[in-house]
Each structure stands twice: as C-alpha cells, then as structure tokens.
C-alpha cells in the first residue's frame, strides 16, 4: 500500500464544474504540499499546508491532521487548470513522500 | 527572479557515454533533489542534499552520481547510461530544516539512452 495516495486517478470535467481531488495518507508528516504539472511538463508548487485551509484564487487547500486526509478544490474551473496534480508529505524525516497525481482534463 | 534551472533540458545519448546534468539555483537553498519521472510512476527520488558536500541516496540512486561542492549547484552525473535510464529528470530546491516552505522545480531534462 502506498503511503501517499490520490484520488482519483483521472478526472474529467465540464467547464465551470467545482473541481476536489483528495490525498490520503499513512505517515505521520510534518507538513503537506500540493503541486501542478503542466502538458508542457514543468511543475510548480501550489500550497503548502500545516493545518487548516489556504487559498489563492480559485484554488483552495485543506487538511485534516487528525484523519490524514488533503482536499485540493478548484472553483469555476476552466480549461487552463487541466493538469497533474500532485500531492507530497513531507516525514517526520522531512523527507518528501509523493503521490502518484491525478490527472485532471477540463473540457470547454 | 528565483529559479532552479536545469540543462540540458533535451538529450539523447548512446549506451555507455558519461553524461551530466547541470542543475543550479539563485535561492541560497539548503536542500536540493533530484528525481526521475516515468509514466504511471509518480516523481521517485534519486539523490538528494542537504547541504554543500552532504548527499544522501534516494529511492533509486543506482547508476547515478551526484556532488555538492558549492550551495547553489547539484549536478547529475550518469557514469555509464543505460536504456533503463531514459526518463524525465527534476531537480528541486527548498530551504532546509524543519516544515519548509516552498517547492522550486527546474523545468525537467528529457534524456533518452538508445
């Protein structure tokens, strides 16, 4: 069983649609990051979370500590935000354990 | 502007011919990385650093090399490619120690061993 794991997979949707991917995970962490990886390749950091929910535009993060558990939501999603997305843990190694991605495909 | 940046960002090599991938930031990070990506595998890490000249294996460091003489660069070196080692490879930086903040990529290297 992976220590990190997302879902789902894949996802596609429809212009528009609130978008959530979830991440799970078994370890005990110090922190949680969510990342974006563009066709194109690069990746890009999106937030990093200790506790609680940030936000930046119409990307929103929570995290449950006590049920191991990350939500990334995008609102009004557009066919820009088509992408992986990848969740992280950092250990209490500070070592970084990744997910798998979702890849998620946002049809106009 | 703060980057990691990475080169070559394309390669194609033969079997058995020593490569180098160049990798260095302009953040004064501590830490640095360096990961393969292969399709339905997620980012695996290679090696990483947590400071000049300390380096510590990853999760597939075989038939890779790395060094940290100096803070800002943390070059990949391919004694001796192999096919198995066609893949897409990130280095990353952040500061180290601690919950750390953010994540900064290179743009990736594409090599491709025939």
């Known amino acids: 069983k992976n220590e990190v794991e997302q879902s789902p997979q894949n996802l596609t949707a429809q212009e528009g649609e609130f978008i959530t991917i979830n991440c799970s995970y078994s370890v005990g962490i110090s922190a949680l990051h969510w990342l974006q990886q563009h066709p194109g390749g690069g990746i890009v950091s999106l937030f990093m979370?200790?506790?609680?929910?940030k936000k930046h535009g119409r990307l929103i993060a929570t995290i449950n500590i006590q049920e191991k558990h990350s939500s990334l939501h995008i609102t009004a999603s557009h066919p820009r935000d088509s992408a992986v997305y990848i969740c992280a843990v950092l250990d209490s190694n500070y070592q970084l354990i990744w997910g798998a991605g979702t890849k998620l495909i946002i049809k106009p | 502007e703060a980057q990691v940046t990475q080169n070559p960002r394309y390669l194609i090599t033969v079997t058995g011919k020593k490569l180098t991938v160049t990798c260095s930031q302009n953040m004064n990070h501590e830490y640095m990385s360096w990961y393969r990506q292969d399709p339905g595998l997620g980012l695996r890490q290679i090696y990483y650093?947590?400071?000049?000249?300390?380096?510590d294996k990853g999760d597939v460091p075989e038939g890779y090399k790395v060094s940290r003489k100096e803070k800002r660069n943390f070059p990949l070196i391919l004694e001796s490619p192999s096919p198995n080692q066609t893949s897409l490879y990130f280095c990353?930086?952040?500061?180290?120690?601690?919950?750390?903040?953010?994540?900064?990529f290179g743009e990736g290297s594409r090599l491709t061993v025939l």
């Open positions: 990353a930086s952040r500061l180290a120690g601690g919950i750390t903040g953010e994540l900064f």
């Open positions: 979370l200790s506790s609680g929910k």
């Open positions: 650093s947590m400071n000049v000249e300390v380096t």
